[in-house]
T-cell receptor, first 111, second 116 residues
Framework: QKEVEQDPGPLSVPEGAIVSLNCTYS??????FMWYRQHSRKGPELLMY????GNKEDGRFTAQVDKSSKYISLFIRDSQPSDSATYLC???????????FGSGTRLSIRP | EPEVTQTPSHQVTQMGQEVILRCVPI?????FYWYRQILGQKVEFLVS????????KSEIFDDQFSVERPDGSNFTLKIRSTKLEDSAMYFC??????????????FGPGTRLLVL
């Protein structure tokens, strides 16, 4: 079983739709859960991070972590064409230790 | 907003040559990292560095790789004798982590390395 699994997509939705992106993981030692956004041939840009279980909201973005199910989600409300990118879930055992990335989901928002 | 910077943005080299990739982490950060991403694949951890020594490294980070913080601002990755399979995007990251904060890693824009 892979340590972090993420559907690679591509996912295409119309502008204004709610987008749901998900990852599952197998290592119960993970405590930090991140979502990064990556545009083609650019570095990962931190969107949100969460420590342990729970929800975190930042503008149109909501991150959820369910440690009992080993499942994390990112919701994007009122999606915009500028949200089109590859979204990487990522996790680590501590904020200083190595990050394990998912394979990324390619998201396209149609105007 | 402070950010991690990397130079060069692109590097082309011949197989067997040495390359040095440079990074300037965010100024008050304590932990430094290198990751790489082969085209079409996942971002993979290479090495972490804290208090002037390697704190963790992956299987990829063999004797051909080394890291150094030569002064108070730069953090470098050296590949001694490049191989074709070293062609990838190399990302530097830094983290301000202390026991009193819970922060994560911030990534630079990357250096695209092409080995011919």
């Amino acid at each position: 079983q892979k340590e972090v699994e993420q559907d690679p997509g591509p996912l295409s939705v119309p502008e204004g739709a709610i987008v749901s992106l998900n990852c599952t993981y197998s290592n119960s030692a993970f405590q930090y859960f991140m979502w990064y956004r990556q545009h083609s041939r650019k570095g990962p840009e931190l969107l949100m991070y969460t420590y342990s279980s729970g929800n975190k909201e930042d503008g149109r973005f909501t991150a959820q972590v369910d440690k009992s199910s080993k499942y994390i989600s990112l919701f994007i409300r009122d999606s915009q064409p500028s949200d089109s990118a590859t979204y990487l879930c990522a996790m680590s055992g501590s904020s200083a230790s190595k990050i394990i990335f998912g394979s990324g989901t390619r998201l396209s928002i149609r105007p | 907003e402070p950010e991690v910077t990397q130079t060069p943005s692109h590097q082309v080299t011949q197989m067997g040559q040495e390359v040095i990739l440079r990074c300037v982490p965010i100024s008050n950060h304590l932990y430094f990292y290198w990751y790489r991403q082969i085209l079409g694949q996942k971002v993979e951890f290479l090495v972490s560095f804290y208090n002037n020594e390697i704190s963790e490294k992956s299987e990829i980070f063999d004797d051909q790789f080394s890291v150094e913080r030569p002064d108070g601002s730069n953090f470098t990755l050296k590949i001694r004798s490049t191989k074709l399979e070293d062609s990838a995007m190399y990302f530097c990251a830094s983290s301000p982590w202390t026991s009193r904060t819970k922060e994560t890693q911030y990534f630079g824009p990357g250096t695209r390395l092409l080995v011919l």
